[in-house]
């Protein structure tokens, strides 16, 4: 590789008008005509190795998902149908296609077909000649084939290995079982794949450990050279200057001469169409240099300066300003190279200093810290091939709909998309990427860590243009569990040894130091949680924590207020999906917590065990299982919301609460706060209100109730009306005081403070609740609160009877609620899946109307849908 780096100060004035000069006296070219990218996704069969029966493969997929769609596997979600098609791990799979080529196509200078994403163990063939071996899932390949390709019909064919017999023998060489306590086979072989972790099972997980071609395959003509890759670095940037490095990589068929243009625009609102000429990039801010390309790959780079900056700003900080860069290759006066980089321009640096309390655990965003509102996400399918731009769109719209700013993408999933990033950057998402290791020890050995090597690298080259990318944090848990799971117990002190030298040379060695050689901006951090843990709250002051205290620990929601990390990475609790989703995959007769399909559909062992727990301690016992769904996610999204607005309050001590998580691979029962079939659990509706950008939030503490207003917001906000309103559950309000509060810049902070026994007696409490809200000047509701003295179970919840009044329209119902008393939760169900509320799991006090919006395209106005209404007093007899 040669490394040419012209070290211009910056994009001077002399060197633009040298460059204009440049671009003015040649002759305008078009591009080059034989450059073509033919897609090779169509027209596949796969078969299982050495039978005679080809199935038509769809592309991208697996053999799982095809074997599906042909009947010859059941629907895996359904019932205790996982069993039933685990026996395809164990088989090798061919595929195979054919493609015609006109002598046209082949007078280009080269040619190579792109595999963005073989899964994982393949040899690949063309015309019967191998051109790739592959060994990991997460690697791309760029295979050159231009003296294998001919005039006519050309072949394709592709073994797919068998992920479970090409990694027995790795095992029997070990000797020993890896402590992968998610990989749900007796032999843990998922460490030894670079495949992802969740195909093997999780304890949300079902396992499909899957085979074939994951993503796109490409067939590209072009001549001369081409792109490689264009990296917008940026080296610095303030709102006066962005100090940007253009770092290209280009390949050459030749040696030779070639002119380097590089240009920028400011694109908000529509990404402009790239230009084509070199009189189109003039128009632009461009610059530009002369080159030498060697034959095969060159890397070249050239400094621009952009004054005065429009930065990119997290959502509620400002706009996120998008500019498209452009690099051009000309050669010959013919430009045989455009390519382009859409991102916005920002400074982010994560904060860990010590501190009068330990360490601090933040993130700067522009120079200022930013609280962490948000989630962790996994990936939102099993087949992951169906993450197509339609899913990428519906995770954000529930990621911004409920307000976050930040999304760790865990490591036990993918490198996801490049739409994932794409999305954020669009909305201002700040997203945290683990790499993909989670949760047991790994090997070491120089194949494996090449093997990691070459993917850390492709994966940081991929995803390091995108504005919204803020963290490389090298895997989940992983010392954790080294540290505290009690491995040791199973193995010798020398493989532990190993274990953790192996820990340092991944983690604190190889990943570092490819971060820096090929991101250089961003901050790495070797694992999640940094060195805190759960069981050890004497070690919350210090970095981020995965505080499992709440579920595993058994704590009430309520202790986490009281052991504040400075960063809250993972917390979280389990549920049911709602009745229409276990529909879905359960008969009536299996509605039973410990039913066989119910427990296929429960991975964690302890998981209804600590549910049951937990509603001892809050709730009167339901009365049958589709009660306990409801309450089930009632307490979910209850007591979530507690401990989230706990940290909320806590900055700027504690500055982010990612919770444990969003979203489902499939119909599960899990810590999600949205199902597989995007049903928004009660704990998404109350993630929203909590991370509102100016919410208002309430402690009890010493006899007292705290009113704080939580603001994201870089400037104050005045004049805001509090209203407090004491109603009692049956007669309703009692009592009212207003007050005028303000909300302070990106803060948290007390505004109003309640002597409780002013408001209520000690009586009083079981059937009282306070009502809190505050207005902007112009009298909006921003943010209402309100305030039970106890869970449900200490509650004297009246009963009553939720009237419901409905119009119906295509594609939207609006339901109006009514009671005469309180109503606890009411939550509104419609057996439409997927279908969006414009809010549910309701605390409707007495007297009060609330309108709900409920929009499907499946809602039609003529056959009515029906719906009904279920409140918390409704699911107990006493
Ligand atoms: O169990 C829920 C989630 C997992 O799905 C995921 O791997 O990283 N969870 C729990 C924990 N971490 C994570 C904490 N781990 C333990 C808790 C209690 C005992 C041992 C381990 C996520």
């Known amino acids: 590789?040669?490394?040419?780096?012209?070290?211009?100060?910056?994009?001077?004035?002399?060197?633009?008008?040298?460059?204009?000069?440049?671009?003015?006296?040649?002759?305008?070219?078009?591009?080059?005509?034989?450059?073509?990218?033919?897609?090779?996704?169509?027209?596949?069969?796969?078969?299982?190795?050495?039978?005679?029966?080809?199935?038509?493969?769809?592309?991208?997929?697996?053999?799982?998902?095809?074997?599906?769609?042909?009947?010859?596997?059941?629907?895996?979600?359904?019932?205790?149908?996982?069993?039933?098609?685990?026996?395809?791990?164990?088989?090798?799979?061919?595929?195979?296609?054919?493609?015609?080529?006109?002598?046209?196509?082949?007078?280009?200078?080269?040619?190579?077909?792109?595999?963005?994403?073989?899964?994982?163990?393949?040899?690949?063939?063309?015309?019967?000649?191998?051109?790739?071996?592959?060994?990991?899932?997460?690697?791309?390949?760029?295979?050159?084939?231009?003296?294998?390709?001919?005039?006519?019909?050309?072949?394709?064919?592709?073994?797919?290995?068998?992920?479970?017999?090409?990694?027995?023998?790795?095992?029997?060489?070990?000797?020993?079982?890896?402590?992968?306590?998610?990989?749900?086979?007796?032999?843990?072989?998922?460490?030894?794949?670079?495949?992802?972790?969740?195909?093997?099972?999780?304890?949300?997980?079902?396992?499909?450990?899957?085979?074939?071609?994951?993503?796109?395959?490409?067939?590209?003509?072009?001549?001369?050279?081409?792109?490689?890759?264009?990296?917008?670095?940026?080296?610095?940037?303030?709102?006066?200057?962005?100090?940007?490095?253009?770092?290209?990589?280009?390949?050459?068929?030749?040696?030779?001469?070639?002119?380097?243009?590089?240009?920028?625009?400011?694109?908000?609102?529509?990404?402009?169409?790239?230009?084509?000429?070199?009189?189109?990039?003039?128009?632009?801010?461009?610059?530009?240099?002369?080159?030498?390309?060697?034959?095969?790959?060159?890397?070249?780079?050239?400094?621009?300066?952009?004054?005065?900056?429009?930065?990119?700003?997290?959502?509620?900080?400002?706009?996120?300003?998008?500019?498209?860069?452009?690099?051009?290759?000309?050669?010959?006066?013919?430009?045989?190279?455009?390519?382009?980089?859409?991102?916005?321009?920002?400074?982010?640096?994560?904060?860990?200093?010590?501190?009068?309390?330990?360490?601090?655990?933040?993130?700067?965003?522009?120079?200022?810290?930013?609280?962490?509102?948000?989630?962790?996400?996994?990936?939102?399918?099993?087949?992951?091939?169906?993450?197509?731009?339609?899913?990428?769109?519906?995770?954000?719209?529930?990621?911004?709909?409920?307000?976050?700013?930040?999304?760790?993408?865990?490591?036990?999933?993918?490198y996801e998309n490049e739409e994932f990033y794409r999305q954020a950057d669009e909305r201002g998402i700040l997203v945290w990427q683990d790499f993909i290791f989670g949760c047991t020890a790994y090997p070491s050995d120089d194949f494996f860590l090449n093997n990691v090597k070459q993917e850390a690298i492709y994966n940081i080259k991929r995803l390091r243009n995108h504005a919204s990318l803020a963290y490389w944090c090298g895997n989940n848990e992983v010392l954790e569990g080294l540290n505290y799971w009690g491995w040791r117990k199973d193995v010798t002190d020398e493989i532990m040894d190993q274990w953790f030298e192996g820990y340092n040379k991944t983690f604190r060695e190889l990943l570092p130091s490819l971060v820096d050689e090929f991101d250089g901006t961003r901050n790495y951090v070797h694992g999640s949680p940094d060195l805190a843990n759960w069981g050890r709250p004497e070690l919350f002051n210090t970095g981020d924590v995965h505080d499992w205290g709440l579920w595993y620990g058994e704590l009430p929601f309520e202790a986490l207020a009281d052991r504040l990390p400075r960063f809250a990475s993972e917390f979280g609790f389990q549920s049911f999906p709602e009745m229409k989703t276990i529909r879905t995959f359960a008969e009536p007769d299996q509605w039973e917590l410990e039913s066989e399909v119910m427990q296929v559909h429960q991975k964690a062992s302890t998981g209804n065990s600590l549910i049951k727990k937990y509603m001892d301690m809050y709730y009167h016992e339901p009365d049958n299982f589709e009660d306990f769904v409801y309450l089930g996610l009632v307490m979910q999204g209850n007591g979530m919301e507690e401990s989230v607005e706990a940290m909320r309050r806590g900055r700027p001590y504690c500055m982010g609460a990612l919770y444990w998580q969003i979203n489902d691979s499939w119909p599960v029962v899990s810590w999600s706060s949205i199902d597989y079939y995007n049903n928004w659990k009660a704990q998404h509706y109350r993630m929203r209100d909590v991370f509102a950008p100016l919410a208002l939030g309430v402690e009890a503490k010493d006899g007292k109730l705290n009113y704080y207003t939580m603001s994201d917001y870089l400037h104050d906000s005045n004049n805001l009306k509090l209203t407090v309103r004491i109603i009692d559950f049956s007669t309703g309000l009692k009592k009212e005081f207003t007050e005028v509060v303000s909300a302070k810049a990106n803060d948290s902070k007390i505004v109003k403070t309640y002597n409780i026994a002013d408001l209520v007696s000690e009586s009083e409490k079981a059937h009282t609740m306070i009502n809190a809200f505050l207005t902007d000047s112009k009298g909006n509701k921003i943010s209402q609160k309100d305030y039970f003295f106890y869970w449900p179970n200490k509650l004297e919840l009246p009963e009553t009877e939720v009237k419901t009044s409905i119009k119906y329209a295509d594609g939207e119902y609006n339901i109006t609620l009514l009671s005469s008393k309180l109503a606890k939760d009411v939550f509104i169900e419609i057996p439409v899946l997927g279908a969006q509320y414009s809010d549910n799991f309701i605390d409707l006090m007495p007297n009060e109307k609330i309108t709900v919006t409920i929009t499907s395209p499946e809602l039609k106005r003529t056959s009515k849908t029906p719906i009904t209404v279920k409140h918390v007093r409704e699911t107990y007899n006493k």
């Open 1 to 414: 590789m040669v490394i040419f780096a012209i070290k211009a100060k910056k994009h001077s004035q002399g060197m633009y008008r040298l460059f204009s000069l440049l671009l003015s006296v040649m002759p305008i070219l078009m591009m080059a005509q034989n450059s073509e990218v033919i897609s090779l996704n169509e027209d596949w069969q796969f078969s299982k190795v050495n039978d005679t029966v080809w199935y038509d493969a769809a592309i991208p997929g697996s053999v799982q998902s095809d074997l599906i769609r042909h009947g010859v596997l059941p629907d895996p979600f359904y019932g205790t149908n996982e069993k039933d098609i685990q026996w395809v791990e164990d088989e090798d799979w061919d595929y195979r296609k054919t493609f015609v080529l006109s002598a046209d196509q082949l007078n280009s200078d080269d040619a190579y077909i792109f595999f963005e994403g073989l899964d994982t163990h393949s040899d690949v063939f063309l015309n019967g000649a191998m051109i790739l071996q592959t060994e990991n899932m997460f690697i791309g390949h760029k295979v050159p084939v231009k003296n294998l390709l001919k005039v006519g019909e050309n072949k394709l064919h592709i073994r797919f290995y068998s992920p479970i017999n090409r990694m027995m023998p790795a095992r029997e060489t070990f000797g020993y079982e890896y402590p992968a306590g998610n990989d749900h086979r007796e032999e843990k072989l998922s460490v030894y794949n670079r495949k992802a972790p969740y195909h093997f099972g999780w304890d949300w997980g079902i396992r499909i450990v899957q085979m074939g071609i994951w993503k796109p395959v490409t067939l590209n003509f072009y001549n001369k050279a081409r792109i490689e890759d264009y990296y917008v670095k940026q080296s610095s940037v303030t709102s006066e200057k962005a100090n940007i490095n253009n770092i290209i990589e280009i390949y050459s068929i030749e040696n030779t001469n070639a002119t380097i243009a590089f240009g920028y625009s400011l694109n908000d609102k529509k990404h402009n169409s790239i230009p084509q000429t070199k009189e189109e990039l003039k128009q632009l801010q461009s610059t530009g240099m002369e080159v030498k390309l060697q034959k095969g790959n060159n890397l070249f780079s050239l400094p621009t300066i952009i004054e005065n900056p429009h930065l990119w700003m997290p959502v509620n900080w400002g706009e996120q300003h998008l500019y498209d860069f452009y690099a051009m290759v000309i050669i010959d006066d013919e430009v045989v190279a455009v390519k382009d980089v859409r991102t916005g321009l920002r400074s982010i640096r994560h904060i860990a200093k010590e501190d009068e309390h330990g360490k601090s655990y933040y993130f700067e965003v522009n120079g200022v810290p930013i609280f962490a509102k948000g989630t962790n996400y996994i990936p939102g399918e099993i087949f992951t091939h169906k993450q197509d731009t339609q899913f990428y769109e519906t995770i954000f719209d529930n990621i911004s709909g409920a307000n976050m700013n930040f999304v760790r993408v865990w490591g036990g999933g993918i």
